[in-house]
């Protein structure tokens, strides 16, 4: 009996170790949302980092593919086989299914609680940050509820009365209520001020800037966006250095923190069909993950990071017709535009889009999103919840299991 039971200790122990898994609870919380990534996405950015290498026929990993534990995770709505962003974003927030379109509510219309007012209440500093519009739908799922994600202004004042400590990235879309109406509404800049946020424009300011709640964005709003990361100006705020300034901010609580970023403009690039944007948006993606593995290396026992996606987009493949190839080195042949800082100027032409593409031999079937599953990577404590098959409402449900946290 006694060799049996000193058997089992020992498999117990060689599974958490290969897993990377821990009994410790997670008291520093990192959850990445690639919009729009999916397998695939991932595959050609290690590609294209192997091929600038002068490896045509590897793939490099890229941070995150390196974690220990990987999941996948089902995406379908309560309404549709193909998930909208709101509809994805709110099954990862709350851990409940909605109609394509709603934002934080259920079915029925009724208010979900997401996961970041939860752990908010239990003591944790929460950070809100995404590539795109700050009251967009992937990150607006996190602290609003609204029948349509597209209903801005609202969806901007329950940002700014979540009381959350940090958000970043991009500025308000629709900061002064929809272009519709005859009259602006109050700016919410000035609203959030009102409430106590402090604005950080750009990192000059933010180093200027230290207070309890904090909106960083860059010194000019553009479209409510940060630039795409291929042929930005140089010194242009990007994800990593977003997590990073979140960090700084959200560290100083005693308890911990729960930190919540997205890689937004994934999603828009593969909806034009960008190649070579997609790739360098999940390059960026993957650089903030890298921030969040640094902090992880410091605190190893009581730091999870997870990573995934709210669904597919473009159902890009690598691979455009028999032959068994494709050369995304072609790509480099593209020439970036340093000045424009317009993402409606970014590279929109389809037909050069196509012809790249093509030239790559990478193929895309939609310009809309897709219903397959996405992947989950994660490491650190209480990790080994996200290995396998599961739903995207599992994962807010286990990132509060790994922290000892109810739902």
Request: glycine share 10%; net charge negative.
């Amino acid at each position: 009996m006694k060799k049996t039971t000193s058997i089992l200790v020992i498999v117990l122990a060689a599974v958490l170790m290969t897993t990377g898994c821990s009994s410790n609870k997670a008291k520093y919380v990192f959850y990445f949302i690639g919009d729009g990534m999916g397998f695939s996405h991932v595959s050609l950015a290690e590609a294209y980092l192997a091929q600038e290498r002068g490896d045509a026929c590897a793939q490099d990993p890229l941070t995150f593919t390196q974690f220990p534990v990987l999941g996948m995770a089902t995406t379908y709505s309560a309404s549709n086989p193909i998930t909208c962003s709101s509809a994805a974003g709110t099954a990862l927030a709350t851990g409940t299914k909605t109609k394509n379109h709603m934002l934080g509510m259920d079915p029925d219309s009724l208010p979900l609680k997401s996961i970041a007012y939860t752990i908010h209440d239990a003591g944790y500093k929460v950070g809100i940050m995404t590539t795109v519009g700050i009251n967009h739908a992937t990150p607006a799922a996190f602290y609003a509820h609204n029948v349509s994600r597209s209903d801005y202004y609202p969806i901007g004042l329950e940002m700014i009365e979540s009381g959350f400590e940090f958000f970043g990235g991009g500025g308000f879309l629709h900061p002064t209520g929809s272009p519709k109406l005859e009259e602006p509404l109050p700016s919410l800049d000035g609203i959030a001020e009102e409430a106590g946020y402090t604005f950080a424009r750009g990192l000059d300011e933010f180093a200027q800037k230290k207070c309890d709640k904090i909106i960083l964005t860059r010194p000019e709003n553009w479209d409510g966006a940060l630039p795409y990361r291929f042929g930005c100006a140089e010194g242009e705020l990007n994800l990593a250095q977003v997590v990073d300034a979140a960090v700084q901010v959200l560290e100083k609580g005693r308890k911990g923190f729960f930190l919540m970023a997205e890689g937004g403009l994934i999603d828009y690039a593969a909806h034009s069909n960008n190649t070579l944007a997609t790739i360098f948006e999940t390059l960026d993606f993957d650089q903030a993950v890298a921030v969040a593995y640094e902090f992880y290396k410091k605190h190893p026992k009581q730091t999870l990071i997870v990573v995934t996606a709210d669904h597919e987009t473009g159902g890009v493949s690598l691979g455009r017709e028999k032959g068994y190839r494709f050369d995304l080195t072609v790509l480099d042949e593209i020439e970036t535009n340093e000045s424009s800082n317009d993402v409606e100027l970014y590279m929109t032409t389809k037909a050069v889009q196509e012809e790249y593409s093509e030239k790559a031999h990478i193929g895309w079937t939609t310009g809309s999103h897709t219903g397959g599953a996405v992947p989950v990577w994660a490491v650190g404590a209480g990790s080994q919840l996200f290995a396998g098959r599961q739903d995207n409402t599992d994962i807010p449900r286990n990132i509060c299991k790994a922290m000892g946290i109810k739902f």
